[in-house]
C-alpha cells in the first residue's frame, strides 16, 4: 500500500523556489513556523498545504509537530532554511533534525535539503552533519546542504 508522501518545511524555507513542493496527487505539505506574515503567505502561496505553528527554538513545540508528523506515519522530506550569521537559528535547525529523525527512519530513501545562508554558525552545522552522516546513510536518508551567499540586508526606509 503507498502512502502519500509527506514534505515539512519551516517558515524561512518560503524565500526558496517552492515549484517542486505544489501538492501532487496525495501529497502532504506542511509549513511550520510561527511568523504570521509568512505563515499567511504560505496558505497563499501553497493551497491545500497545511500550517502548523511552531516555535523551533521550543523543544515542546517541536514534539507537538513531531506528532502530527509521526501521526501522518512518517517523513519523506524535510527542507529546512536558515541564515548562518545567526548561532540560534543553526542550533534550531540542528535541533529540529534530531527531532524528526525518527520519523525520516520510517521510509527509506527520505531526505534532509538545508538551504542555509553563509556565515559563522556554518562550520557548527557542517560539525554536526558530519558526526550524523554515518547514521544517515545507514537510515538510507539523504542529506543535501546548499549553501546561499549572504544576501544584503535592504535599509529601511525613513
Same mark, same amino acid.
Given at each position: 500500500?503507498?502512502? &502519500?508522501?509527506?514534505?515539512?518545511?519551516?517558515? &524561512?524555507?518560503?524565500?526558496?523556489?517552492?515549484?517542486?513542493?505544489?501538492?501532487?496527487?496525495?501529497a502532504v505539505v506542511i509549513v511550520a513556523g510561527s511568523s504570521?506574515?509568512?505563515?499567511?503567505?504560505?496558505e497563499l502561496s501553497l493551497p491545500g498545504a497545511q500550517m502548523?505553528?511552531?516555535?523551533?527554538?521550543?523543544?515542546?513545540?517541536?514534539?507537538?509537530?513531531?506528532?502530527?508528523?509521526?501521526?501522518?506515519?512518517?517523513?519523506?522530506?524535510?527542507?529546512?532554511?536558515?541564515?548562518?550569521?545567526?548561532?540560534? &537559528?543553526?542550533?534550531?535547525?540542528?535541533?529540529?533534525?534530531?527531532?524528526?529523525?525518527?520519523?525520516?527512519?520510517?521510509?527509506?530513501?527520505?531526505?534532509?535539503?538545508?538551504a542555509i545562508q553563509e556565515g559563522p554558525a556554518l562550520e557548527?552545522?557542517?560539525?554536526?552533519?558530519?558526526?550524523?552522516?554515518?547514521?544517515?546513510?545507514?537510515?538510507?536518508?539523504?542529506?543535501?546542504?546548499?549553501?546561499?551567499?549572504?544576501?544584503?540586508?535592504?535599509?529601511?526606509? &525613513?
Open positions: 500500500m503507498s502512502h &502519500a508522501t509527506v514534505t515539512l518545511l519551516n517558515e &524561512a524555507a518560503l524565500d526558496l523556489p517552492l515549484d517542486q513542493l505544489r501538492r501532487a496527487d496525495g504570521l506574515v509568512r505563515m499567511t503567505l504560505a502548523i505553528w511552531t516555535d523551533f527554538r521550543q523543544s515542546a513545540s517541536l514534539r507537538h509537530l513531531h506528532g502530527v508528523i509521526r501521526d501522518l506515519g512518517g517523513l519523506d522530506r524535510l527542507v529546512l532554511a536558515g541564515n548562518a550569521q545567526d548561532g540560534e &537559528a543553526m542550533f534550531s535547525l540542528m535541533c529540529a533534525i534530531l527531532t524528526f529523525l525518527p520519523s525520516l527512519r520510517r521510509k527509506p530513501g527520505s531526505e534532509v535539503v538545508l557548527s552545522l557542517r560539525a554536526f552533519l558530519q558526526r550524523l552522516d554515518g547514521r544517515m546513510a545507514q537510515d538510507r536518508i539523504r542529506v543535501l546542504l546548499q549553501i546561499q551567499p549572504q544576501r544584503p540586508t535592504q535599509p529601511v526606509a &525613513a
